[in-house]
């Protein structure tokens, strides 16, 4: 069975940072294409940043330059740096695969940036 479990979020002032992690089992994290999903209050989710089995990264334009995913194979975990904070990066945070099916998805991590 597959879990994916999301930690690190909380209450930043904006221009802060925060480190997400996503710790997987059931599945190996480097051989699949994930990634980072955000849904704030009202919106649909989106993807912010995602991960290649290869190694390639990409980023949405709100996050670019200031959001870095990576990943531990020894942990089989993945991670979002979060670096110069805005109000409007406040959501939920989720990781999953970047292509549907989708994995069930876990509870998430509320990450607040205050103005």
């Known amino acids: 069975q597959v879990q994916l479990v999301e930690s690190g979020g909380g209450l930043v002032q904006a221009g802060g940072s925060l480190r997400l992690s996503c710790a997987a089992s059931?599945?190996?994290?480097?051989?699949?294409?994930m990634g980072w999903y955000r849904q704030a209050p009202g919106k649909q989710r989106e993807l912010v940043a995602h991960?290649?089995?290869?190694?390639?990264?990409n980023y949405a334009d709100s996050v670019k330059g200031r959001f870095t995913i990576s990943r531990d194979n020894t942990k089989n975990t993945m991670y979002l740096q979060m670096n110069s904070l805005k109000p409007e990066d406040t959501a939920v945070y989720y990781c999953?695969?970047?292509?549907?099916?989708?994995?069930?998805w876990g509870p998430g991590t509320q990450v607040t940036v205050s103005s």
């Open positions: 059931g599945i190996t994290v480097r051989l699949r294409a």
């Open positions: 991960i290649t089995s290869g190694g390639s990264t």
């Open positions: 999953n695969d970047k292509f549907p099916p989708y994995f069930s």
